[in-house]
């Protein structure tokens, strides 16, 4: 039984809902969620059935009566809202990136299009150790040349 509003948009994409969970993502506002209970405010591209379609959905998935209502106001920020804030504060940030800067000043027109972390994932990549000369030193012949290998 889903508890949280993530948990209930991960329901209906393992369910292959597609169409309801885009809902979800983009025209719904959380108000209250619970286990057996979604209180949302509909946006403005969410169809005016919403709450009976989910409610249907979701008693077919868990197996459980939910209480799905849409309110007119009070609801937290969509998903898709949450994401845009995420990027453009992302995009802010480097764009205070001197070398950013440098860039886009010298290019008028150019804009940030995408931002990739190339930090490593994951503790282990943290704890790991930089990469030393010699640490390939199965790569050498005997007189320590480097092998090539020609196909």
Do not use: C, Y
Not at 43 to 63: E, H, I, M, V
Not at 103 to 126: H, N, T
């Amino acid at each position: 039984m889903p508890a949280d509003f993530a948990a209930i948009v991960g329901l209906f994409e393992s369910h292959r809902e597609a169409v309801l969970q885009t809902h979800l993502i983009e025209n719904v506002r959380p108000v209250e969620v619970a286990a057996g209970r979604l209180i949302f405010q509909p946006l403005a591209g969410a169809p005016k059935d919403l709450a009976s379609l989910l409610a249907n959905r979701l008693r077919t998935f868990t197996a459980a009566a939910w209480h799905v209502e849409s309110v007119p106001d009070g609801g937290q920020p969509s998903l898709s809202e949450l994401r845009q804030t995420a990027r453009l504060e992302a995009e802010a940030e480097v764009a205070r990136d001197p070398v950013v800067r440098a860039v886009l000043e010298a290019f008028p027109g150019a804009a940030i299009e995408s931002i990739k972390d190339l930090r490593p994932v994951g503790e282990a990549a943290l704890t790991e150790a930089p990469i030393e000369a010699g640490d390939f030193d199965d790569d050498l012949d005997a007189d320590g040349e480097p092998i090539s290998v020609h196909s």
